[in-house]
């Protein structure tokens, strides 16, 4: 049918199925009866002008063509390179696979599939290439999706440690790399965790980033057929993101090679580079020293321990000591599958070395100790635990290394070998002195992060309240949970403030920001809010109060040169009325406090948002809500919503179900609020308060309008004296009598009505004087010539606490008296 025609017993995907550009079919006839738009563009004839017409009219051979017969004598499928006429004139030397099709009702027909002999021959080398790179070079490949999860691998990627990171990265329904299946698990060991986390880490950073990434480090050492270890092998890796035509990204390729370095000093370059990755990714002190031992084994070490001060572990530092001098603990180890000349010691544990061992002399020196270990090892005859143990396994070098950054010693490193039979050498130490150097920095770096976050978690403790007080009002409990180690210690803060009249003051707040700057805000604006409540002011009142205290901080923290940071809170101010049964509620930026009815769902009350502390010259409005004796008041800061998925809306159905039943215990629902909204750790520092609302029945509270009269205070005074002989509580007739008879006299002469008097009877007996007047009275000592002046020192000299507030319709003047038997305080 042409020129280099062959037969060919080839699968259909063996040819250039993805290459072909023209596509016909013919008849048993060599009629053409179908003709592709691909044919229409490579050879210029349009549809009408061949269909129906026999394909051999377009061959460029002088000689006739027998095409019926040729196609005829086609069992499987044809491959050759035939020459045809262009429309336009010319010849085309075509690439064509010729492959019978079903028998049709016509008779049978043959599918002709072509291209340009260049183009065909073009697409052979690349796929011939692919072949090759893909399956028989040592170039491993992986293709990961946007999930990083693996969907295709070759098999030289398999047989990497690599194949078995990919195997942890596969955790989904996708495609799973040929290569060890599940009897295999045994093989996936702590370095092909590590792998994963690199790879994880860097094809996460390219799929981000849209750019390629390259990474060079040192391979894991491979067993030689000589029973020795493979050395000097270094690792490249490629991560390369793929687009489709649109230029949206598919995924990853990941491609890794692994080579064998001769110069020993790019060897060290390639492991100091990955270590620089891996250790210090966190400011957790733990977590730091474990990523060193894990660097270490089995890159250039079988066992490796991280022996630390105790002055350098925050939760048993203690003040003073010199440089190098303490306890050591462990604080990690890391081993290859197998023994531990180590196993005695557990984390956390002092590993008590004798005082000739090399970790006691390098303590002592700060330099490095690096010896042979066989019987006759001084150090280890006073140690016949490590003796025993390192010689049943067979440790044959032992290198100390001190963990010192900054001047400072804060421990010693130790590493072993017995699987690998190479001692360590001069290049060894050099090598692990300088991944100790850098680690010790970043050690240090965790110690100072560490220290300055139990500060600021103790100074931020030492200023909540240690206990809070007991109020016949209220039940309450609370929660107060630090923000982990990555983001701090923050502001929160909450209060119980008892109140005149029997009430109570409820105080959720949160500064902004974390750290020592927030934790003394915190402590300055709980004393202000403790001040201002003290003056009794309504919520909204205070709330505008502390804001211009806000202010005023944010000023001089501009001002300063090298001050804190400018300061801004959020704060929900609530005074709970036991004998109104109301609570009066004002907020500044800060999320609306819940209240969970006994018999009807939890309410958030419409609470007007008043701005964030520390904008300034903005209102703020309060608002009241009835409460019923023993509905539960929850205030909150945001960290408790926004915990889980920082969805507000997610966190506020949550926090629905965990108040759905407020007759449980208080300390339950505490324990239920945080395990439903709360992560393990969460980022931000969380505090809520939650408080039973208690009622004062009416039994216990009496009230008498007192007319402006003189007189009227004798019959005040009856009125009093029986109400405390129904009560019990004759013991406080006569100083009671001296309280209402003193302050009810005041309010008659310098005030006006109306006057009222109220008697109330909780943990202390409570009695309140109202007038019209907005004047407060002032204590004085009264001279020996004045006629008055001294019932308000009587007062003072006679009631437990006394105290001034202000109404709308003028003020209180209120006195307490301790109960007969009740203790003091």
Request: a negative charge; aromatic letters at 4%; proline letters at 6%.
């Amino acid at each position: 049918m042409g020129v280099g025609g062959t037969a060919s017993s080839a699968g259909p995907g063996d040819f250039h199925d993805a290459a072909c550009t023209a596509v016909a079919t013919v008849d048993a006839e060599g009629v053409i009866v179908h003709w592709s738009r691909g044919a229409q563009e490579l050879l210029g004839y349009a549809p009408r002008e061949v269909l129906l017409r026999p394909a051999g009219d377009l061959l460029a051979d002088g000689d006739p063509v027998d095409l019926p017969a040729r196609l005829a004598a086609i069992e499987d499928c044809w491959d050759g390179v035939v020459t045809v006429r262009h429309r336009a004139g010319g010849a085309l030397r075509l690439a064509v696979r010729v492959s019978p099709l079903s028998a049709a009702a016509g008779g049978r027909h043959w599918l002709l599939r072509g291209c340009e002999v260049a183009d065909w021959r073009r697409r052979q080398m690349l796929a011939s290439l692919a072949r090759v790179l893909l399956e028989e070079s040592a170039l491993g490949v992986a293709v990961l999706d946007r999930g990083l999860r693996c969907r295709w691998a070759n098999a030289a990627l398999t047989g990497m440690d690599d194949g078995r990171a990919f195997r942890r990265l596969d955790d989904g329904p996708g495609f799973r790399p040929d290569g060890p299946g599940d009897d295999d698990a045994s093989e996936f060991c702590p370095e092909a965790a590590r792998q994963a986390s690199v790879v994880t880490q860097q094809a996460r950073q390219a799929l981000l980033s849209g750019r390629c990434r390259l990474t060079l480090e040192p391979a894991p050492r491979r067993n030689t057929a000589f029973g020795g270890t493979e050395r000097g092998r270094c690792r490249l890796r490629s991560f390369l993101p793929l687009r489709d035509d649109a230029g949206r990204t598919l995924g990853v390729c990941y491609a890794a090679l692994d080579f064998t370095g001769r110069d020993p000093a790019h060897e060290r370059l390639a492991m100091l580079n990955a270590a620089s990755e891996h250790i210090g990714t966190s400011l957790d002190l733990d977590g730091t020293v474990r990523e060193l031992a894990e660097v270490l084994v089995p890159q250039i070490a079988d066992f490796v321990a991280v022996d630390l001060l105790d002055a350098v572990q925050p939760k048993r530092s203690a003040a003073g000591g010199t440089r190098g001098e303490g306890t050591l603990r462990r604080a990690a180890h890391e081993s290859i599958q197998g023994d531990q000349p180590e196993a005695v010691v557990a984390v956390g544990e002092p590993p008590r070395y004798a005082d000739r061992s090399p970790q006691t002399r390098c303590l002592t020196t700060g330099k490095p100790q690096c010896e042979i270990i066989c019987d006759q090892t001084p150090w280890l005859a006073d140690d016949p635990v490590r003796h025993r143990m390192a010689s049943r396994i067979g440790v044959h070098t032992h290198l100390v290394a001190p963990l010192r950054a900054r001047g400072i010693t804060m421990g010693v490193v130790t590493a072993m070998r017995w699987k690998n039979p190479e001692a360590f050498d001069e290049d060894d130490l050099l090598l692990v002195e300088e991944l100790v150097a850098r680690a010790a920095v970043c050690v240090d770096n965790a110690r100072r992060y560490a220290r300055e976050h139990e500060a600021a978690l103790t100074l931020q403790t030492s200023l909540l309240p240690p206990k809070l007080p007991e109020h016949s009002a209220v039940d309450v409990a609370y929660r107060y949970l630090p923000a982990d180690a990555e983001a701090g210690v923050g502001g929160d803060w909450f209060d119980v403030i008892p109140l005149s009249g029997a009430r109570v003051a409820l105080v959720v707040g949160d500064v902004i920001g974390h750290g020592l700057h927030a934790a003394a805000s915190m402590g300055r604006l709980r004393a202000a809010v403790q001040t201002l409540a003290d003056l009794d002011l309504p919520p909204d009142e205070l709330l505008a109060r502390l804001d211009d205290l806000v202010v005023r901080l944010s000023d001089e923290a501009e001002a300063a040169e090298e001050g804190p940071e400018v300061v801004g809170a959020t704060c929900v101010y609530a005074v709970y009325d036991p004998i109104a049964r109301k609570i009066v509620v004002a907020r500044a930026g800060h999320p609306s406090p819940a209240i969970a009815h006994l018999d009807e769902p939890v309410e958030f009350p419409d609470i007007p948002a008043g701005p964030p502390l520390g904008l300034g010259g903005l209102p703020f409005e309060s608002a009241e809500v009835p409460v019923d004796e023993g509905s539960v008041i929850a205030l909150y800061t945001d960290g408790l919503i926004e915990a889980s998925d920082r969805d507000v809306d997610v966190g506020l159905e949550r926090l629905c179900f965990t108040l759905a039943h407020p007759d449980r215990p208080l300390e339950e629902i505490c324990d239920i609020m945080v395990r439903t909204l709360l992560p393990d750790r969460p980022r931000d520092d969380v505090a809520f308060l939650i408080a039973r609302a208690h009622v004062i029945s009416g039994d216990r509270v009496a009230a008498w309008e007192v007319p402006e009269d003189a007189s009227a205070v004798h019959t005040v005074r009856e009125n009093v004296l029986g109400t405390l002989a129904q009560w019990g509580l004759e013991e406080l007739a006569f100083s009671t009598e001296l309280i209402v008879s003193e302050l009810v006299t005041n309010a008659i002469r310098h005030a006006g009505g109306p006057i009222g008097l109220r008697l109330i009877h909780e943990r202390c007996l409570i009695c309140e004087v109202s007038d019209a007047s907005n004047i407060s009275p002032h204590l004085r000592r009264a001279l020996h010539t004045d006629e008055g002046g001294r019932g308000l020192f009587l007062v003072a000299q006679v009631a437990q606490r006394w105290g001034t507030r202000y109404t709308d319709a003028g003020k209180t003047i209120w006195a307490e008296q301790q109960l007969p038997g009740a203790p003091d305080g």
